[in-house]
Nanobody, 123 residues
Framework: QVQLVESGGGLVQAGGSLRLSCAAS?????MAWFRQAPGKEREFVAA????????NYADSVKGRFTISRDKAKNTVYLQMNSLKPDDTALYYC???????????????????WGQGTQVTVSS
């Protein structure tokens, strides 16, 4: 069992920045961030391979968002810069505890999820 606890969401103006954190209670192979806006499907944002630190991003956030992990704290971060109103969503942290080819971008491939943290970007 892996528990994921997210923090760091909030309200920010367009062009601003936020950093999300997700603390994991157990071992994982891949951790990722997804987001879901009202009326839309959950979409992949970014993933990090825990051991090697390899990263992967959705095209919509490349160059603006950075995913990273702190092994000592067992925590993954999502630094979000140059935020846009379209980034408004509920952001979820996810963990895949199974060893599989990276990147892992499909929600069903993740077996543990956080509770979600709201990010709202005003124009």
């Amino acid at each position: 069992q892996v528990q994921l606890v997210e923090s760091g969401g909030g309200l920010v103006q367009a062009g601003g920045s936020l950093r999300l954190s997700c603390a994991a209670s157990g071992r994982t192979y891949t951790m990722a961030w997804f987001r879901q806006a009202p009326g839309k499907e959950r979409e992949f944002v970014a993933a990090v391979l825990w051991g090697a630190g390899s990263t992967n991003y959705a095209d919509s956030v490349k160059g603006r968002f950075t995913i990273s992990r702190d092994k000592a704290k067992n925590t993954v971060y999502l630094q979000m810069n140059s935020l846009k109103p379209d980034d408004t969503a509920l952001y979820y942290c996810a963990a895949d505890t199974r060893l599989r080819p990276f990147p892992v971008v499909a929600p069903p491939d993740y077996d543990y999820w956080g509770q979600g943290t709201q990010v709202t970007v005003s124009s």
